[in-house]
């Protein structure tokens, strides 16, 4: 199965900053998906980021909060802009693996707003 | 509306014991189903997942799910509980309309705490 690497891993950062997350996967992936997830809750998906075209967001998720990069088959961006403490989460990116039948995460970015 | 439900927050048992963390789900067409373990402080581990076959599914550490469409139900088990299956627990479906190829997000239910007691 694919192999993702994500940075960073953890974040403190001001509010009204912005912090880009990457996700590098070790082989092409037509598809990622970023999620959000508070300590101890379930993952929201925030968006589905595909190669060459804008991502698709989730209810509740804006491109100008979230911004999404996917500039090749291995690589994507997420970008968390002018950070609020409501913000402070961890952040996962994940790849469809397998044809399908399974899904990889990465490590995850655990974000402090402070 | 397709949906995954864990109806227990909390999960706890003792050492040695079997445990059972429990799923339904409700999609349209054939569900493929997953099983993640997310330990204190890390990132999501796959257990198993039941695409199509045997309804008893065996996976990583130990565990194994039994796939009951009838009841929409996919319970993940564990013959005897360990201090260190203690984590996290998420079940999650996809559904696997034809032709959506492999691109399908995921649904996820909201977690269930496994504590096993010494």
């Known amino acids: 199965s694919a192999v993702i690497s994500q940075k960073p891993s953890r974040d403190i950062c001001q509010r009204g900053t912005s912090l880009t997350i990457q996700c590098q996967v070790d082989?092409?992936?037509?598809?990622m998906f970023w999620y959000r997830q508070q300590p101890g809750q379930s993952l929201t998906l925030i968006a589905t980021?595909?190669?060459?075209?804008?991502?698709?967001?989730e209810s509740g998720f804006v491109i100008d909060k979230f911004p999404i990069s996917r500039p090749n088959l291995t690589f994507s961006t997420l970008t968390v802009s002018n950070m609020s403490p409501e913000d402070s989460s961890i952040y996962l990116c994940?790849?469809?693996?397998?044809?399908?039948?399974?899904?990889?995460f990465g490590s995850g970015t655990r974000l402090t707003v402070v | 509306a397709q949906s995954v439900a864990q109806p227990e927050d909390q999960v706890n048992v003792a050492e040695g014991n079997p445990l059972t963390v429990k799923c339904t789900y409700s999609?349209?067409?054939?569900?493929?189903l997953f099983w993640y373990v997310q330990y204190p402080n890390r990132g999501l581990q796959f257990l198993l997942k039941?695409?199509?076959?045997d309804n008893l599914v065996k996976g990583s550490y130990g565990f194994e799910a039994e796939f009951n469409k009838s009841q929409t139900s996919f319970h993940l088990k564990k013959p005897s509980a360990l201090v260190s299956d203690s984590a996290l627990y998420f079940c999650?479906?996809?559904?696997?309309?034809?032709?959506?190829?492999?691109?399908?997000?995921?649904?996820w239910g909201l977690g269930t705490s496994l504590a096993v007691n010494p």
């Open positions: 994940s790849v469809p693996t397998g044809g399908g039948s399974g899904y990889t």
């Open positions: 980021a595909n190669q060459g075209s804008e991502a698709t967001y």
């Open positions: 039941y695409i199509t076959g």
């Open positions: 999650a479906v996809r559904d696997s309309p034809r032709g959506a190829g492999n691109n399908r997000k995921l649904i």
């Open positions: 082989s092409q992936v037509t598809m």
């Open positions: 999609v349209s067409g054939n569900p493929y």
